[in-house]
């Protein structure tokens, strides 16, 4: 593992009314700090603290170890109110470097933040679940980051959604670090199972979910010692691959595999049992519409409502009854007309309806919506 900090030299040059005088010194920029992103490029940040004095300064910057041009670097400075950014040089006198011209009120001790594009740093975070005897759910997180950014990386601080983690790389290295912040066991009153037919996310099949809510931090009192998030998952589920296993005394195989989406706090978070086998749902377009038409002066049709019949044949081969959620999508703005069941609207384009199926029986949903203001 790297241990040492990197140091840039800057070459810091007062332009003074009388003379101009040149110091260089090794100023310690900084160790980067990356906001892990779900993009090819991601942004690194440094910062170091020069003393200026009263004036014009130009800093001289070698790029070469960073893998940058100097167009890709961006230079925030403070106090705004005592120092600021002139004009961002090159010179064919420094290959590969950039000349920042700074301006000082006054004799100041100014931050200097750069960030600047890297690619190549390659992270994802991983889940491993199971299945508890009790009921419940315990899931341990980790972030895998692989280096090839074709240089080392040392004392990187990465930053991600609900976590921090220091770590240092070998240009072409890969790890794998635990997040204890993302783990955590979630009891079975908070655990849901439900077969969903939700052919725009699951496809043609029913598919078995296993679903929970994470919910907000809690504060704890500095007494109680928490490892992870002993007391259930809080905050945000980043983005990542999941592997769910059965309980321990059964071996621990795994179940399935499946993606987890971002997650917000609050919001449920599904993980994909796969189809489930003994429920059939046919979905088709009984009928489409179009009806009041408006025209343009040319006379030709300017806009309509498009009115559309939707039919789902449902049907339970299983010998034990079986509770179906029935999700539909209809995009843009649209009305319900008729619905042969109750349904409920969840947003703005998704309504959702509650079946019960007794042992073979087969049952026909319905619907009839309005499209509003459809073009031709």
């Not at 900090?5 to 310690?28: M, N, S």
């Not at 594009?117 to 997180?141: C, F, N």
């Not at 990187?156 to 066991?185: K, Q, W």
Request: glycine content about 8%.
């Amino acid at each position: 593992m790297i241990a040492r900090t990197a140091a840039f030299a800057l070459i810091a040059a007062w332009l003074l009314p009388v003379q101009a005088a040149q110091l260089t010194t090794a100023t310690d920029f900084g160790p980067p700090t990356i906001r892990l992103e779900p993009a090819e490029t991601l942004d690194v940040t440094r910062a170091c603290v020069v003393p200026l004095q009263a004036g014009e300064t130009v800093l001289t910057m070698p790029l070469g170890t960073l893998g940058v041009a100097a167009a890709d670097v961006w230079l925030e400075v403070e106090p705004a109110n005592a120092v600021s950014l002139v004009a961002m040089e090159t010179s064919p006198d420094v290959p590969g470097a950039a000349l920042w011209r700074l301006r000082a009120e006054r004799d100041v001790e100014a931050q200097l933040t750069m960030t600047y594009p890297a690619k190549g740093l390659t992270w994802g975070v991983e889940y491993s679940a199971m299945l508890l005897d009790e009921g419940g759910l315990r899931i341990a997180a980790s972030l895998r980051v692989g280096n090839g950014l074709g240089r080392d990386l040392e004392d990187a601080t990465l930053i991600g959604d609900g976590f921090t983690l220091e770590l240092s790389l070998a240009n072409g290295e890969t790890v794998t670090r635990d997040l204890p912040t993302l783990g955590g066991s979630v009891p079975a009153d908070a655990l849901e199972r439900s077969i969903v037919y939700d052919r725009s996310v699951h496809g043609n099949a029913p598919v078995e979910l296993l679903s929970f809510t994470s919910v907000p931090p809690v504060a704890l009192p500095a007494r109680i010692p928490v490892v992870g998030r002993l007391f259930g998952l809080s905050g945000p589920m980043p983005a990542g691959s999941l592997r769910l296993y059965a309980p321990a005394p059964g071996g621990g195989e795994l179940i399935t595999t499946a993606s987890i989406p971002y997650t917000p706090a609050g919001e449920p978070v599904e993980i994909n049992l796969g189809p489930v086998s003994g429920v059939l749902v046919t979905r088709r377009r009984a009928k489409a519409v179009e009806i009041n038409k408006r025209l343009d002066a040319s006379n030709r049709i300017a806009a309509f409502d498009l009115q559309e019949t939707w039919e789902l044949e449902l049907r339970n081969l299983r010998e034990e009854p079986v509770e179906l959620l029935v999700r539909e999508h209809q995009a843009g703005t649209w009305e319900m007309e008729e619905a042969s069941l109750d349904y409920e609207r969840e947003d703005a384009e998704t309504l959702v309806f509650h079946v019960t199926l007794q042992p073979g029986e087969e049952h026909e949903l319905s619907y009839r919506i309005r499209h509003i203001n459809r073009q031709p």
